[in-house]
């Protein structure tokens, strides 16, 4: 890790095209973590058990 980046910012998927956009925008329409979990699959093509844990991680970072 470089120790001047902090946070979200150390993720290691590949964020690009959107893809984050698309992501928070689902999170603010109060959409169900099954489904956040499923449109995390479809946009980084993850397996089922790394799309729960970037979810929950990706949640977890917009609690105060």
Known sequence: ?????????????????????????????????ESLVGLFRKLFKVNEHVAQQEIEEFRGSLSP
């Open 1 to 33: 890790r470089d120790k001047l980046v902090t946070g979200v910012q150390t993720c290691a998927l590949p964020i690009f095209e959107g893809k984050p956009l698309q992501l928070w925008q689902a999170i603010q329409a109060g959409e169900s973590r």
